[in-house]
């Protein structure tokens, strides 16, 4: 059986990370450096996979996990 995909429109990334609408879109441009997903265009909008933000969360705290490792050795 397939399973689903949760798919996350604009405003909802923006509720889900608390951010405004320059934000996403410099987050969504690469303006920020961050490896912030991109967005899958459907027809005319633009959508996010829940998937792609929550692994990048979790490389989000990867990285800050290993940089508090680096500044206690």
């Known amino acids: ?5 949760t798919f996350l429109t604009a ?3 923006r509720a889900r990370y608390q951010i405004g609408n320059t934000t996403l879109w410099r987050w969504a441009n690469g303006s920020a450096n961050n490896n912030f997903p991109a967005p899958l ?3 005319n909008r633009k959508r996010w996979r829940l998937s792609d933000l929550e692994a990048w ?3 989000l705290e990867a990285d800050n996990d290993s940089k508090q490792q680096e500044t206690a050795a």
């Open 57 to 59: 969360e979790q490389s």
């Open 11 to 13: 405003s909802g990334v």
């Open 1 to 5: 059986m397939a399973e689903q995909v």
């Open 41 to 43: 265009k459907m027809g």
